[in-house]
């Protein structure tokens, strides 16, 4: 489910685009500036709050480091738990790991072995969809600790790149709140 309403101008006009970063020719959107905003951060809220709040989720996994801000937000109003995605060697547990490609380089992520069991629900959260690369390793994490995973949500979706996709190909539902087209 992707909303497009007049509703959400408000969360787009709070994103700041910074030209050329993290490398020429890349247009970054940044949703700190939205997530500074109450107002903003609210509706980003309660629009991912509003998607999974019948979903009988067991838990969220927010991807490093903007999911982390909008996934342990979710996951306290929806009481559950929060599971962080990590950069590598920054979780003190044995870890698994998954590397991936992105439109400017590769990656990799970790989550503790422990982190979910065999039939645990998980939704995954991150700020931004562009490749897809980082939501299909984390979604490849929690598959490989037995978890479901109900779908990846995103606050910005950035449709010419195709992530949808490629998350879609694995089973996982894919939800945004805004899209972009990058003309």
Do not use: W
């Not at 007049?6 to 969360?11: F, G, I, Q």
């Amino acid at each position: 489910m992707t909303i497009t309403s007049e509703k959400y101008d408000y969360v787009r006009e709070h994103i700041r685009q910074i030209p050329d970063f993290p490398k020429p020719g890349i247009l970054f959107l940044d949703i700190t500036t939205a997530a500074k905003d109450h107002k903003a951060m609210q509706l980003i809220v309660d629009f991912l709050y509003e998607n999974f709040k019948d979903e009988n989720i067991d838990y969220i996994a927010g991807v490093e480091s903007r999911g982390f801000i909008f996934g342990a937000a979710l996951a306290y109003k929806l009481n559950i738990g929060f599971i962080p995605i990590r950069k590598p060697n920054k979780l003190p547990a044995k870890t698994i790991k998954e590397s991936y490609s992105l439109e400017y380089g590769t990656d990799t992520i970790e989550m503790h072995e422990d982190a979910l069991k065999k039939g645990d629900k998980v939704v995954i959260i991150d700020d931004l969809l562009a490749t897809g690369g980082t939501a299909v390793a984390a979604c490849n994490l929690c598959k490989r600790a037995g978890a479901d995973v109900a779908a990846a949500a995103f606050i910005i979706e950035l449709d010419p790149l195709k992530g949808r996709e490629k998350i879609e190909a694995t089973g996982v539902k894919v939800i945004s709140m805004l899209n972009y087209d990058l003309d």
